[in-house]
Nanobody, 114 residues
Framework: VQLVESGGGLVQPGESLKLSCVAS????????MRWYRQAPGKERELVAA????????NYADSVKGRFTISRDNAKNTVYLQMNSLKPEDTAVYYC????????WGQGTQVTVSS
């Protein structure tokens, strides 16, 4: 299993970013996919999750209405559209899947600062 995130960067408050995670090594369309984040000195937290066909999504209260998770099963890719970014969104963002084991990507840094 391999998960490769991209799309992070440095943005100003109020701006947007779109993260991507390309998956391989398992049947992508058969599994929930999740985005987590970890800020310095804090525990890793679940940001968003999406069901196998995208019909069900869940979000942390802190990102509801600002972030949107989506997936393209033809491309084995899950996305996280992040709008109205705030400094408190600064973190390393990780893609996750649980098959028989938990798998994580290497993470992509998102920094929101003026």
């Amino acid at each position: 299993v391999q998960l490769v995130e991209s799309g992070g960067g440095l943005v100003q408050p109020g701006e947007s970013l779109k993260l991507s995670c390309v998956a391989s090594g398992f049947t992508f369309s058969s599994y929930f996919m999740r985005w987590y984040r970890q800020a310095p000195g804090k525990e890793r937290e679940l940001v968003a999750a999406i069901s196998q066909r995208g019909g069900t999504t869940n979000y942390a209260d802190s990102v509801k209405g600002r972030f949107t998770i989506s997936r393209d099963n033809a491309k084995n890719t899950v996305y996280l559209q992040m709008n109205s970014l705030k400094p408190e969104d600064t973190a390393v963002y990780y893609c996750h899947v649980r098959t028989r084991l938990d798998y994580w990507g290497q993470g992509t840094q998102v920094t929101v600062s003026s």
